[in-house]
């Protein structure tokens, strides 16, 4: 077996390498424990409404917009104006509410962004049959 020097090796290059390596496999393993904060997470630049997927939160209803007859843009509030929604992109939420007694639950994408703070806005279509 050629010795350390035959292979262009010294002391300087291998303790570089091995700390490269095992910094890499440290950071590995943090973002792996934390995939949830990978695509969730600001890193720490504001608050995130959604920290866990499993808890229902309410939120305030801020502002209904009219967009058409059968469209409106439904604003709710976070928990403070520094906070965003905190949810990947393509992503849903669930909204829950008792219509007559009976629970009723539907999914929606928000239209707003984590670059808005303070609020999350959904945009609903609604059948006006429904409503009569």
């Not at 050629?2 to 570089?16: F, Q, R």
């Not at 700390?19 to 890193?43: D, P, Q």
């Not at 801020?62 to 843009?73: C, F, G, Y």
Request: charged share 20%.
């Amino acid at each position: 077996m050629p010795s350390e020097e035959a292979m262009g090796l010294d002391n300087t290059t291998i303790i570089v390498t091995a700390s490269v390596l095992l910094i890499s496999s440290l950071a590995t393993v943090f973002f792996l424990k934390n995939k949830k904060c990978i695509f969730a997470c600001n890193w720490g630049k504001n608050p995130i409404t959604l920290v866990d997927d499993q808890t229902k939160y309410a939120l305030a209803l801020a502002e209904k917009i009219e967009i058409s007859h059968d469209t409106r843009k439904f604003r709710f509030r976070l928990p403070s104006e520094k906070h965003v929604l905190g949810l990947p992109i393509g992503q849903h939420v669930y909204l829950s509410a008792k219509i007559d007694g009976k629970l009723v639950v539907r999914p929606y994408t928000p239209v707003s962004s984590d670059d808005d703070l303070g609020y999350v806005d959904l945009m609903i279509k609604f059948s006006l049959q429904a409503l009569h």
